[in-house]
């Protein structure tokens, strides 16, 4: 990690941080995601779920949302849709983590929506541009408190869901990713030394669609916690 100069800021940096349940505050440096670790949302999107080498894209810190927040409609787009996930928070950093020892990173876990510009990301991928557009705007991120591995463990099998207006649109379990979170941990510190402070997106199950202005969202991760919002103007 850079160092820190002597020299005062210009204006106090503000930094981008989750609560944790019981009380205290997790500061997040970087936000990553897996795309398509699915194997029925990978179908439902168009592409063979083949267990090929996951795929990471990331998300702006400062796009993290509260629980219980109202989401605004983001500009520029027609099509937004939700994508429920588990999120992992890194509490110890590294390199070229063995999978055996992935989850001594893991600090905590939280349920998070990774909000899509559905019909800006398709253009992107159209025209062969960066995904940023659609999936890296204000807000586009929202996440329940962090609850501690050392409450709850690390959960490999359990419910995950999201409603939407009290109607079910997704339902899966998450072991049925198909790159678990040790594996997932693995990949992605070969690419990137993870640091504490970082949280891991670790994808949705099928049923991703789109959202209304006025919309109420509530979702779940079995043994973790649930995450609310209203999707506002």
Known sequence: MSTQSAEPYV????????????????????VYCVGRNYAEHAREMGHDPAREPPFFFMKPADSLLPAGSVFPYPPGSSDVQHEIELVAAIGRGGADIPVEMALEHVYGYAVGLDM???????????????WEVGKAFDHAAPCSALVPASRIGHPATGKIWLDVNAETRQQADISAMIWNLPEVIAHLSRLFRLERGDLIFTGTPAGVGAVQRGDRLEGGVEGVGTLALTVGG
């Open 11 to 30: 204006f106090a940096p503000e930094v981008p941080s989750l609560a944790i349940e019981g009380g205290g505050r997790f500061p997040v440096r970087r």
């Open 116 to 130: 899509t510009r559905r019909d800006l990301q398709a253009q992107a991928k159209k025209l062969g541009r960066p």
